[in-house]
């Protein structure tokens, strides 16, 4: 019913710069929370950000300061500004969104997006 698209990532210099987009399609009556995580190489997948529909954002301690999350909601579309990368934050980023299917259902489904490579290295 939703599909994630994300775009962005590939190789950047520590201490530099790169944006995430990640666009929302299909059947679906709204989106509430979007958010990044990211899974580096041997860890566990974690929040990056999040954001509500409200645009309350939440971010992970170790990103603080640096990145950035926001949404166009006219357009479904969720984006993290990542500024002064450092090694530790090359891994793998995932979007991830929770919607509603349907006005009248209770229920919220959850999508994954396909995930994109971030690598920071001199």
């Known amino acids: 019913q939703v599909q994630l698209v994300e775009s962005g990532g590939g190789l950047v210099q520590p201490g530099g710069s790169q944006r995430l987009s990640c666009a929302a399609s299909g059947s679906f009556f709204t989106i509430n929370t979007m958010a990044w995580y990211r899974q580096a190489p041997g860890k566990q997948r974690e929040l990056v950000a999040d954001i509500t529909s409200g645009d309350n954002t939440n971010y992970a301690d170790s990103v603080k300061g640096r990145f950035t999350i926001s949404r166009d909601n006219d357009k479904n579309t969720v984006y993290l500004q990542m500024n002064s990368l450092k090694p530790e934050d090359m891994a793998v980023y995932y979007c991830?969104?929770?919607?509603?299917?349907?006005?009248?259902?209770?229920?919220?489904?959850?999508?994954w997006g396909q995930g994109t490579q971030v690598t920071v290295s001199s």
């Open positions: 991830n969104a929770i919607y509603k299917r349907l006005k009248w259902s209770s229920n919220w489904a959850t999508v």
